[in-house]
């Protein structure tokens, strides 16, 4: 029998498809966006809580209420992406891998955005006329992880205490969005609480559950993100009010292919960037959740 081993062939995929990832930013339309210049920014001067005088007797002289003022600022930050497509390889793969890669690109840049907005929910911001002045995230708007029991996960009970604290701020919670942000374990933690998943404590008018991911109780809404960092074994999650953080886009997330004319061949080159900065506009528009991770 003749054998046609010899005349086997090997036939490859020529679909393309981007490996599991968070594809691009989660948090950006969350927070508020501004486009600036510059070598810093001031996205916001604020004017601080003055008290009316009661007049106690006729033709009185004034007296200055002596507002105090501030100013925050946001700095860019320069992220960079770059790949190269050897003209050896595309003689050699059966389908193009220019457009997967810019693909891959931008993903990685929309993370490296929520990346500098979980930086900048309890970092220290930069604040006064010329942004010399260093404001640290203050422990009194902080809940330990320890409420709802020690050590414990993301809980109704935190969920409050976040929410208390914001309403004990004065945050004007009618008119501005409260956001969570939450990673799988957090969620998970969460999809336990019976007050979560029972139509008897939502109302069964506006289900918070949607496909079987929290969207929004108690008037906070949910955003899921990987990304959260951990201090010590407690995951960081952020409960805070829209207006409370700022992103600052110096230059937008930009792609682009073209030839390395330094290189032999002149093999294809995708690269890519984004320049942006976050800051917290005030810390009382900001609470810090700690949560057990394990």
């Excluded at 500098?116 to 309890?122: G, Q, T, V, Y």
């Excluded at 809404?221 to 010590?232: I, K, N």
Aim: a neutral charge; aromatic letters at 6%.
């Amino acid at each position: 029998m003749t054998d046609f081993s010899g005349h086997y062939r090997i036939e490859f995929a020529k679909t393309a498809s981007l490996l599991l990832q968070q594809r691009g930013s989660k948090l950006r339309n969350h927070v508020m966006v501004g486009a600036h210049k510059g070598e810093g920014a001031s996205p916001v001067d604020q004017y601080g809580v003055t008290e009316a005088r009661e007049r106690t007797g006729r033709a009185v002289p004034k007296e200055s209420s002596n507002t105090p003022v501030d100013r925050r600022w946001a700095y860019p930050r320069f992220f960079d992406w770059s790949d190269i497509i050897d003209n050896i390889d595309l003689l050699q793969t059966a389908s193009d891998p220019q457009n997967p890669l810019v693909q891959a690109c931008t993903a990685s840049l929309g993370r490296r955005i929520d990346d500098e907005i979980i930086r900048a929910f309890f970092a220290d911001a930069r604040t006064g006329k010329q942004g010399g002045t260093t404001t640290s995230f203050p422990n009194g708007q902080q809940v330990s992880a320890d409420v709802g029991g020690a050590a414990s996960k993301l809980s109704v009970l935190k969920l409050r205490a976040a929410k208390k604290l914001l309403m004990a701020n004065e945050v004007d919670l009618a008119s501005d969005q409260v956001i969570c942000v939450v990673n799988s374990t957090q969620h998970d933690a969460l999809l336990g609480e019976m007050q979560i998943t029972s139509a008897d404590y939502n109302g069964g008018d506006k289900p918070v559950l949607k496909d079987g991911i929290i969207t929004r109780f108690l008037g906070i809404d949910f955003v899921h993100c990987e990304r959260l960092t951990l201090s010590g074994a407690n995951r960081r999650v952020p409960i805070y009010a829209k207006s409370g953080m700022h992103l600052g886009v110096w230059s937008d997330v930009t792609t682009d292919i073209g030839p390395r004319r330094d290189l032999e061949g002149n093999p294809m080159e995708v690269t890519g960037s984004v320049t942006v900065g976050a800051t917290r506009t005030e810390e009382k528009k900001v609470v810090e959740v700690l949560c057990a991770e394990s």
